[in-house]
């Protein structure tokens, strides 16, 4: 196979770039389109009752309420007459508005919960069912800011969330990519001693972030895809664009440095480095690729877009980027910047990982203990950590649906925004009176459980038993044939544990005779995600490792390096994860980066162990390619390994410098889950590369020994006939 390509790179390289030129415009004109496809939200599992219930609103009455506007009166309270008449303004106008349905505010039979416990607030509550207009609704009251009206209106809910999550992941993408893309460049010139060398991670990294974006706008014309995906198409692509490109320039200077021409410099570039490049990039997808057994389209969006950049990069690393180095041979060196790394074979080997490779195998319990037992401290906050579904609280208190939020929470005594939806499904019609008598009866239960402040429906509200009657239009807004549903309001927050008890408790409570129930809403949503995570979780890990082991040994033709592999992922994982709990849940470090702390986002820990175990093996193979290529030459164990981290090291710990640098600049954002998702990645390439490939792999390979390469005879037999063993140069060459 990469006979066959380098005998097409060497002969052709004109036409390969002429070609990737093409493609990589195409897929630019195709993955612009992309950005008016994506979706925010994504978050819960389509086929979880929480789910369910929501279409099931969205069918038979239109959806739920999705704006909300906290109005707040100038002076005095909502109850004073010139506040009554400012908010009554408000609704007329709001209600007048193309595109809005049912609108309910505390002025005209919303109820007590709708008013802040202090009164100089209340809400109004519509339905916009169109999300485009709701988003112009939004801004427009964003800028439109009347000084002499007696009241001030904000908005917030579901609406407003989107508009503000959206417009606030473009513009921390860009201030991400300003802050990335020069010091990556600095870097890149200093890693590689020249300003030419230093352009061609920029090839890789072009076409994969393009051929990324082109599959997500595709995929999003056939189903739905977040827009989170654009922040991991960037970073990724940019990412393995470093990884690759050094391996390959290191590797095609190193043989021009012992004299091969620029054409067998490239073929054994493609041979060995080449074949590196496809194992890890094959391990990368299939790990992000694991992510599609979770059925929120937010996680099988970053699937999407992990494997599409991966395959991309992996193409452009193994066909174009030998292509430019057949073109330029020596003068991949031109333009030096200090001390170019092209001088000698010798210059391939570092000797200072050389050093720390032998110092740790003369004394690999010593340092390897203390390795293990930081990691494993740094993983135990993970012990205590809790779950939460995104809602404004995402976003920094300058968003006005962050404001309205905590106002909400903080303020009123229910949070009516938040409430739980009851959809209640009949044979017959449910305005029936007996039917409409066991619903009722129905509403007037639930509106005495715990941390229940009351239940709107068809047959008015409730609050603690006690009924009032319905406010005029109520019934049309509940009831459609044989379904209703009921809002059940509750007194604590939403995402809290007594919420979540709150859901389970409802869901338990036998239905009305005759029916069947559907419990949605946010507390329902967040319930259900948990439990969709959880069930798959097992499933994921076990595709995970099966995959991982399957290809190292096909690798390496060895059963103890996949099993080392996946037990030193693990560890680094446990440490990211432990971390992420204690800066994130905890609240350490979030005065500097300028979140709320709270619970983790329920997919943000899957989508950090996919992104890091992915980009860990990624360095795997890196290391153990060479590790091998010195085995396989008769040396002795210590020796190879020595020399595969002396060889390797630099090139590991640069590319991880500037991937964890690509990765850290979403430290910058305004969403909380997004610095995360930054910061988490980071620390796990800084802590692969550094406690993991240089103290923990040489120490356990040092005890292991010989034992490193063993397997068992059958599974020999099976990698002798299978297993893609690199091939002597001479054979290559016929």
């Known amino acids: 196979m990469f006979a066959r390509l380098a005998h097409v790179v060497t002969h052709r390289p004109k036409q390969l770039v002429l070609v990737a030129l093409l493609v990589v415009a195409a897929t630019a004109v195709l993955g612009v389109g992309a950005f008016g496809k994506l979706l925010t939200g994504g978050f819960a599992d389509p086929q979880s009752e929480s789910i369910r219930a929501e279409h099931a609103v969205d ?37 007048a508005e193309p595109g809005v349905k049912q609108v309910i505010s505390y002025w005209d039979g919303g109820g007590a919960r709708l008013r802040s416990t202090d009164g100089r607030r209340a809400l109004v509550v519509a339905r916009v069912p169109d999300k485009d207009r709701a988003k112009e609704l939004v801004t427009g009251y964003e800028k439109v800011v009347d000084g002499a009206a007696p009241v001030t209106v904000t908005p917030g809910g579901g609406a407003t969330i989107n508009k503000d999550v959206n417009s606030q992941v473009t513009k921390d993408l860009a201030v991400a990519e300003a802050i990335a893309i020069p010091i990556t460049m600095v870097l890149l010139v200093l890693a590689f001693g020249s300003a030419v060398a230093a352009l061609l991670p920029l090839v890789v990294g072009v076409a994969g972030i393009f051929g990324g974006l082109a599959i997500l706008s595709v995929l999003a014309s056939l189903t739905d895809v977040s827009i989170f995906a654009v922040n991991l198409t960037t970073a990724l692509g940019l990412g393995l664009g470093i990884d690759y490109t050094l391996l390959m320039v290191s590797r095609f200077r190193e043989e021009l440095a012992a004299g091969s021409d620029r054409a067998d410099a490239v073929a054994t570039t493609m041979r060995t480095a080449g074949r590196t490049i496809l194992f890890s990039g094959a391990t990368v997808a299939v790990v992000l690729a694991v992510m599609l057994v979770f059925p929120p389209f937010f996680l099988k969006s970053m699937a999407y877009a992990g494997v599409a950049v991966t395959v991309f990069s992996v193409l452009s690393a193994l066909l174009v980027v030998p292509a430019v180095l057949m073109l330029l041979g020596p003068r991949v060196n031109a333009l030096t910047v200090g001390r170019a790394r092209s001088g000698s074979a010798q210059a391939a080997e570092s000797g200072a990982w050389r050093a720390i490779a032998s110092a740790v195998m003369r004394r690999p319990v010593l340092t390897g203990v203390p390795a293990i037992a930081l990691l494993l401290a740094l993983g135990i906050p993970f012990l205590h950590v809790s779950f939460s579904a995104p809602d404004d609280r995402v976003l920094r208190n300058t968003a006005a649906s962050r404001q309205v939020g905590d106002i909400v929470r903080a303020d009123f005594s229910s949070n009516v925004p938040a409430a739980t939806t009851v959809v209640v499904q009949s044979t017959a019609p449910v305005d029936g009176p007996a039917l409409a008598s066991g619903l009722a009866r129905y509403a007037g239960e639930l509106s005495t459980m715990a941390n229940v402040a009351g239940v709107n429906s068809a047959a008015g509200t409730f609050a603690g038993g006690r009924q009032s009657a319905p406010a005029g239009p109520a019934d049309a807004r509940f009831t459609a044939g044989t379904v209703t549903y009921l809002e059940v309001v509750p007194s604590v927050d939403p995402a809290s544990s007594a919420g979540q008890d709150l859901v ?33 979780l097992p499933l994921a890990i076990g595709l995970i490792s099966l995959a991982t082991f399957v290809l190292l040994f096909l690798f390496t033709g060895s059963v103890v390096m996949p099993i080392k592999a996946l037990i030193l992922s693990a560890l680094s994982l446990t440490a990211v994860l432990g971390a992420a709990v204690w800066i994130f849940q905890d609240g350490h470090l979030s005065g500097m980066l300028g979140f709320l702390p709270g619970p983790l986002d329920t997919s943000m820990p899957v989508l950090l162990f996919c992104i890091a175990f992915g980009l860990s093996m990624d360095y795997e193979v890196f290391l153990l390619s060479r590790i091998k290529e010195e085995h396989d030459r008769g040396v002795d164990n210590a020796e190879a390994v020595a020399a595969g981290l002396a060889r390797t090291g630099r090139i590991v710990t640069t590319a991880a410098a500037l991937l964890a640098v690509t990765f850290a600049a979403f430290v910058t954002s305004s969403v909380t889950f997004l610095q995360m998702f930054g910061l988490g990645t980071a620390l796990a390439i800084v802590l692969d590369a550094t406690l993991i490939r240089g103290v923990l792999v040489p120490a356990f390979m040092r005890l292991a020994g010989r034992a490193n390469w063993w397997a068992p005879r059958p599974l020999r037999a099976l990698h002798s006939q299978i297993g893609l063993a690199e091939a002597p140069a001479s054979i290559l060459d016929k």
Do not use: W, Y
């Open 59 to 95: 069918a038979h009455f239109g959806g739920q309420p999705n704006l909300v506007l906290l109005v707040t009166a100038r002076s005095g309270t909502v109850d004073d007459p010139d506040a009554v008449a400012g908010g009554r303004e408000v609704v007329r106008r709001l209600a």
């Open 504 to 536: 389970k408790a409802v869901r338990a409570r036998p239905a009305p005779a005759g029916t069947s129930v559907l419990v949605g809403g946010p507390s329902a949503a967040l319930v259900d995600g948990k439990h969709t995570i959880a069930a798959r």
